[in-house]
């Protein structure tokens, strides 16, 4: 009786032992493979922005302004962003073997260099005229038309500060941390070529100046 039971409980163990072996084996022939896929750098993750605004400069600054008979001056305050066209960049190089890839940029804009005149303060207004011994009245809106003029020459000014090559940098750098974050994912190294010496018109709208480097 206990011969037999033994051999019960042997052969029990047995066949539980072969259930787990089996298992084992099935689970190991089921488990699903693993795909690797490697994110390749596309310049389409850039230029599907479109224009993209990096910097907005502020400007403050002293303006005289004199004629013949009057002389003001005025604190200007104003501001222009500066922004880059992203459907122009190019791939210059990929290397996919060092996972570096180096990216032709377009120059950057100058946007709506602007004077922001609820903030400019009129300083002061002279007369520079004798007559008779006093000074003279303005009776003829000279005044006036100085400020306009004044105002035109402010907007001008704020779009040359603008162009100051620190503000060029940082608006380069601006663009390069946005961008590399888009590449982030891929595991490449992102540099930039920038143009080295664009054009620049003078307009609402225009190319800046490249930094020095």
């Known amino acids: 009786m206990n011969r037999l039971l033994a051999s019960s409980l042997i052969a029990i ?3 539980a032992a072969g259930g787990v072996a089996v298992y084992f084996a099935l689970a190991q022939e089921t488990k699903e493979p693993v795909i690797v896929i490697e994110s390749m750098p596309t310049v389409e993750r850039v230029t599907e922005i479109g224009e993209l605004c ?14 013949p008979s009057l002389k003001a001056s005025w604190l200007i305050t ?18 996919r073997d060092g996972k570096r890839l180096v990216l ?9 260099p602007r004077v922001n005149h609820e903030k400019t303060r009129h300083w002061d207004t002279k007369s520079v005229c004798w007559h008779n011994g006093w000074f003279t009245y303005d009776k003829i809106g000279k005044s006036s038309r100085m400020q306009q003029a004044a105002m035109r020459k402010a907007q001008q000014t704020i ?4 162009q100051d090559s620190e503000y060029v940098e940082q ?6 941390q946005i961008i590399s974050a888009l590449y982030t994912e891929t595991g ?14 003078p307009e609402a709208r225009g190319t800046l100046l490249s930094a020095a480097r």
């Open 13 to 15: 163990l047995f066949a």
């Open 104 to 112: 032709s940029m377009p120059p950057l804009q100058l946007l709506s």
């Open 188 to 201: 490449y190294s992102v540099s930039f070529d920038w143009p080295d010496k664009p054009g620049y018109e």
């Open 171 to 176: 608006a380069r750098q601006s663009a390069e």
């Open 54 to 67: 990096v910097l907005k400069v502020q400007v403050t600054d002293m303006l005289q302004a004199t004629t």
């Open 159 to 162: 779009s040359l500060v603008s």
């Open 78 to 95: 104003g501001d222009a962003l500066i922004s880059v066209d992203l459907e122009d960049v190019r791939i210059n190089r990929l290397d």
